[in-house]
């Protein structure tokens, strides 16, 4: 049977709203991961010092005691509202990781932000001063852009003249979803990227060719087919400049299958057997540690963890856990159940 150790892995990029979707979802990430990076798109935003810690606290208060590894790494929402002395002042304090830039209207709250990227060059001197880094949404929102080519639009459209004015800051480009955002991340030494199991594992015809599946449906979009063969090309290559973010992002069944469908991949529970298995399809397993474990913390300054987990490919097992139900009764359906259920993660003692 296939097998690897990992030091624990790290999450760049989750969501874990708040309230009872809060309590439902967290430890889920917490089981595995060590540290998360908590995307700050609530209603209103985390935009301030004193939200990031009363969001944290939030969050820990839910994480159930046996799990107490688990430390939410904290972000504000860039928009014209952020202080940037309070903004310093969090970083010092070791309260605030990162901040996140959203197009205004690109995803899930973002009608929220304010202001194009190109319109932050105070914000951008500071966090350079501060060692700190951008995490950018990369999508244009311009409507004469294809669907699919809004990731490589913002980069050229945005993200390239802010990379060749701030030439020493550090960019996340997070949830690269095509080969022209590996491309980019290759070309500009200071920026590197988060790739998602879902974009890893899945292609357009995924969502679109065999009856449209909502569960599927995220932001960016899934892409073609070779664009997520250069992700799976960049994430086994143990190219440092491209780490696990899952982008898990709950959203109720009663959002997902409707009219109007909700962006959003529920891959906590998973996400690292759907990594596991494409690093294993790809004949990659002992580069999964650097992938998941290694590269983000190099990214982040922080050493890996020094706790390991054994990830053992197995028979495949018949039942498993497919969804989860919210105090207040809503459901939110697990992604990668397929790969979940031919791997065994166990913590190595
Ligand atoms: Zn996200």
């Known amino acids: 049977m296939a097998s690897v150790e990992i030091p ?5 990029h989750v969501h874990l709203r708040d309230d009872d979707m809060l309590a439902a979802v967290v430890e889920h990430t917490a089981r595995w991961f060590r540290y998360g990076m908590v995307m700050p798109n609530l209603r209103p935003p985390v935009q301030t ?4 810690d009363a969001y944290r606290r939030r969050i820990l208060n839910r994480v159930p005691a046996a799990l107490s590894h688990f430390q939410p790494q904290m972000t504000l929402f860039v928009s014209h509202d952020l202080d940037l002395d309070d903004l310093g ?7 605030v990781r990162a901040v996140k830039f959203y197009p205004p209207g690109a995803t899930t709250n973002s009608d929220q932000a304010k202001g194009d990227l190109g319109e932050f060059d105070e914000l951008f001197g500071r966090l350079v001063e501060w060692n700190t880094q951008l995490l950018v949404h990369a999508e244009s929102t311009r409507s004469d852009v294809d669907l699919f080519d809004r990731e490589a639009a913002f980069l050229d459209d945005h993200l390239a003249a802010v990379c060749a004015r701030h030439p020493k800051l550090g960019v996340t480009l997070e949830h690269v979803s095509t080969a022209a955002g590996v491309e980019f991340v290759r070309s500009n030494p200071n920026v590197v990227a988060s790739i998602t199991p879902h974009h890893l594992s899945r292609e357009r015809a995924d969502l679109l060719a065999f009856g449209m599946k909502p569960d599927l449906y995220c932001k960016p979009v899934l892409n073609t087919a070779a664009d997520r063969d250069a992700l799976v090309e960049a994430a086994v290559s143990g ?19 409707g009219p109007n469908v909700a962006a959003g991949v529920f891959n906590a529970p998973y996400g ?33 963890s020094v706790d390991q987990l054994r990830l053992t ?24 159940v397929e790969e979940a ?9």
């Open 8 to 12: 624990m892995p790290d999450d760049w």
């Open 49 to 52: 010092t004193a939200q990031a």
């Open 89 to 95: 002042r969090g970083i010092e304090a070791g309260i």
């Open 239 to 257: 190219d440092g400049q491209f780490f696990l973010g899952t982008d898990s992002a709950p959203h109720p069944t009663t959002a997902k299958y």
């Open 272 to 304: 690292l057997e759907v990594v596991a298995e494409v690093f294993h399809q790809q004949e990659a397993l002992e580069e999964l540690g650097k992938f998941v474990s290694l590269n983000g913390a190099a990214v982040y300054g922080v050493p890996p």
């Open 313 to 336: 490919r197995r028979e495949a097992q018949d039942t498993i856990p497919e969804r989860l139900r919210t105090s207040s009764g809503e459901e939110v359906v697990f992604f990668g």
């Open 341 to 349: 259920r031919l791997w065994h993660i166990e913590a190595v003692a």
